[in-house]
């Protein structure tokens, strides 16, 4: 699979929640950051959407907004009205006016991850993808929404599963999305997938993840010298090329283990091991313990993890 695939393969997305949201006359709300990646979409109307001390953003009919991880935030009707802490809840949410017809809808929400890789994972997305109706509207991803808006007005049998399904297709949509500037966006696998030279050494790694790879094999893949590589990649991704896939080797490991349905020497072989003991001691200098314990505690064994 392509690096993008990979992330969603062991991400594993599931819309968790999925809401609609309307408001009428002057409001504003304040929401404390939370554990789980959230998406707006906005069905009719506008609103204001601001992230601590930066600037607001404005959004209107059919934008989209992606939080791969979700921060504090305010949305408001309009700069200057008094704000309200609320907590997020999974039932339907009207703020301002209790009374008439809204003039803002949205549907949000947020979605569900394989919680064992989603810190390593997220920590390569950007934190915001928006994309405006005015670039989205022509593509496939505005038909998508047309779609999305069109059922959540239906009252058609299978709705909700329609609706979950379409959220996660958004999902996958908006971290492809080809309009995302790359100037704009922080180190990251997206950033990186967008300069064409480090795409060409990711796609071979994401390919071939067992392959004895070297910084100078990855930087002849790029076209590129040794050391201008490293720099490049190390940039972009916040992390050295080896580095990148060391870590990526432990998250298919995990996901693997979690899954309990492979021997660690069949999974030592798939990432690129001699053997289970060279992996198991690999694995313990990442994580902390070993794969046996990493697996019973994954599977709900006797020392079951935690669920916060």
């Known amino acids: 699979?392509?690096?993008?695939?990979?992330?969603?393969?062991?991400?594993?997305?599931?819309?968790?929640i999925?809401?609609?949201?309307?408001?009428?006359?002057?409001?504003?709300?304040?929401?404390?950051?939370y554990d789980a990646p959230g998406f707006t979409i906005v069905l009719a109307g506008e609103c204001w959407l601001q992230f601590a001390d930066g600037e607001p953003l404005r959004l209107s009919q059919g934008d989209f907004i992606l939080l791969p991880t979700t921060p504090a935030f305010?949305?408001?009707s309009k700069p200057g009205v008094p704000s309200i802490a609320v907590?997020?809840?999974?039932?339907?949410?009207?703020?301002?006016?209790?009374?008439?017809?809204?003039?803002?809808v949205a549907q949000g929400g947020s979605f569900r991850f394989e919680r064992v890789n989603a810190p390593l994972l997220l920590s390569l997305l950007p934190g915001m993808i928006h994309i405006p109706a005015?670039?989205?509207?022509s593509t496939r991803f505005g038909r998508i929404i047309t779609l999305f808006a069109e059922e959540c007005a239906s009252d058609y049998p299978g709705k909700d599963a329609i609706l979950q399904r379409l959220i996660e297709t958004l999902l996958i949509e908006a971290l492809r999305w080809r309009s995302l500037?790359?100037?704009?966006?922080?180190?990251?696998?997206?950033?990186?997938?967008?300069d064409p030279a480090l795409a060409r050494a990711l796609h071979a790694m994401h390919a071939d993840m067992a392959a004895r790879w070297t910084v100078a094999r990855l930087a002849s893949i790029a076209g590129m010298s040794r050391?201008?590589?490293a720099a490049r990649f190390a940039e972009a991704l916040g992390c050295g090329a080896i580095e990148y896939l060391a870590r990526w080797r432990m998250a298919f490991a995990m996901n693997a283990l979690m899954r309990g349905d492979k021997s660690l020497d069949r999974i030592a072989d798939e990432i690129g091991y001699e053997s289970a003991s060279a992996f198991s001691t690999a694995f313990r200098k990442r994580s902390g313990m070993a794969p046996g314990r990493f697996a019973r505690l994954g599977m709900g064994g006797e020392d079951r993890i935690s669920p916060n």
Do not use: N, Q
């Open 1 to 16: 699979m392509d690096p993008l695939s990979d992330i969603i393969a062991l991400l594993r997305p599931t819309a968790a």
């Open 18 to 33: 999925s809401k609609p949201i309307t408001a009428r006359g002057d409001w504003c709300v304040s929401y404390r950051a």
């Open 74 to 76: 305010t949305l408001f």
């Open 87 to 104: 907590e997020p809840t999974a039932a339907p949410v009207r703020h301002g006016e209790a009374e008439g017809e809204p003039d803002y």
């Open 134 to 137: 005015s670039k989205g509207r």
């Open 181 to 194: 500037e790359r100037d704009g966006m922080s180190a990251g696998l997206l950033h990186a997938l967008r």
């Open 227 to 229: 050391s201008a590589f």
